[in-house]
């Protein structure tokens, strides 16, 4: 039985950045992609749901999960060929198509483009978790989103039984989503192609890189400065999930109407909304929650982060439930004050 291993009731306290202390009836750890079909076919697989899981950075276990946890912990970063000439396509030097096995951790493959001099993924440093879980919310920071280099996502399609690519417009990317959250459970994410070049404009404009450059003393900035600038601007804004247990931003920012951004506008000095291209506003949820009074708010050990209102945080022994009771009551007390459904960004896994 090689290529994986499994363990009943096995505890997931570990395996998730809340640190809900969870388990599963079955956790099966997959080192080689190439088993999969083989490992799904195990009657105590088979019998129960089944939950695919990187580092357990974006999700909230409310209870044991009754089925089996498939831990994605394959590895693999390998420049490939143009399929139609055989040539390594960075061999006119301007870019690379990069395939990366979902187990890799995605802060260490950007690391790598950086240090083997490719550009586009250094605004995207410091995000926790695994390569396969990267296009599921096309995870994105600093005015970047990882859609823009993804050329296609290779999955395990477990309604047609076979390996399948999906490229570019087949995921369906947009704001932390895409076809995979759409739908849930179908696709096991196995590698990502990404296509990144060897130079690109750099984004600096967003959310304090600028200024965090010039406190650097970069006059002209190459990736790896701007990789560094957003590292200073996270560690000081974010709770790291190795002091205190959190899954980043526990609700997506709001996208509504412009009316409604202009009335909230009105009735609320101080807005923090950024228009949309299609017409649409994204209202700050951080905003919102910490407007409506629970930015630093504790209930036992569950809280929001008193450094960012859009963090829930596990300040010890808060349960799944207890966490989730709290997440709920942010969302009730900031429709209530504003009119605004807050939604959840993790996968909440258990609840009604
Ligand atoms: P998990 O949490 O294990 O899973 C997340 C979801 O993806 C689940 O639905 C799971 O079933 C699914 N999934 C995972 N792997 C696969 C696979 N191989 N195939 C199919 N489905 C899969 N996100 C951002 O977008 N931007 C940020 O700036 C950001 N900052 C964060 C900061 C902190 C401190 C933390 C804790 C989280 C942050 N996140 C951010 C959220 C998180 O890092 C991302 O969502 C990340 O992609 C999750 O990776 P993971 O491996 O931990 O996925
Ligand atoms: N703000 C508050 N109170 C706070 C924190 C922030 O009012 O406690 C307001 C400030 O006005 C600030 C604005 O919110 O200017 C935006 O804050 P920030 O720059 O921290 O960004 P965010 O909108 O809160 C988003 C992503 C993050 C990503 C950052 C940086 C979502 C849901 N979150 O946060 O992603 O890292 O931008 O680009 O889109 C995640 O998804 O887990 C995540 C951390």
């Not at 690109?200 to 400065?225: C, N, Q, S, W």
Request: hydrophobic share 45%.
């Amino acid at each position: 039985m090689g290529g994986y291993t499994l363990i009943e009731n096995a505890p997931l306290a570990t395996r998730n950045t809340l640190r809900v202390d969870a388990r599963a009836q079955l956790l099966a750890e997959i080192r080689d992609a190439s088993k999969l079909p083989e490992l799904l076919d195990f009657p105590a697989v088979r019998a129960g749901p089944l939950l695919v899981l990187g580092e357990g950075s974006n999700v909230l276990f409310t209870g044991d999960f009754a089925g089996t946890v498939l831990v994605m912990a394959t590895r693999g970063v390998h420049v490939e060929a143009l399929a139609a000439s055989g040539k390594p396509v960075d061999s006119d030097g301007d870019s690379a198509r990069i395939a990366v096995a979902a187990g890799e951790r995605w802060d260490d493959f950007v690391r790598w483009t950086l240090g083997q001099g490719y550009a586009g993924l250094e605004n995207l440093i410091l995000i926790p978790g695994t390569v396969g879980a990267a296009p599921i919310q096309n995870i994105g920071a600093y005015g970047c989103e990882v859609a823009e280099f993804v050329e296609s996502v290779e999955a395990w399609d477990t309604r047609e039984r076979r390996v399948v690519t999906l490229d570019h417009t087949a995921c369906a990317f947009g704001y932390r989503d895409s076809l995979f959250k759409r739908e849930p459970g179908r696709y096991i994410v196995t590698a990502v192609r990404f296509v990144l070049p060897r130079s690109r404009p750099l984004r600096t404009d967003y959310a304090g890189i600028d200024e965090e450059l010039r406190r650097m003393g970069v006059g002209k900035p190459a990736p790896f400065h701007v990789a560094e600038a957003v590292v200073h601007l996270r560690t000081r804004k974010l709770p790291d999930p190795a002091v205190i247990g959190n899954a980043g931003s526990f609700f997506k920012n709001p996208l509504v109407e412009a009316a409604l951004a202009e009335r909230l506008a009105r009735e609320h000095a101080g807005l923090v909304a950024w228009p949309q291209p299609d017409g649409r506003s994204k209202l700050s949820a951080a905003w919102l929650i910490e407007r409506a009074g629970f930015k630093g708010l504790r209930e036992g050990d569950a809280g929001i982060s008193n450094r960012h209102a859009l963090v829930l945080v596990n300040h010890g022994k808060a349960s799944g439930p207890q966490l989730w009771a709290l997440a709920q009551r942010v969302m009730l007390g900031v429709h209530e004050k504003f009119g605004v459904q807050l939604e959840p960004e993790p996968l909440i896994i258990g609840a009604c």
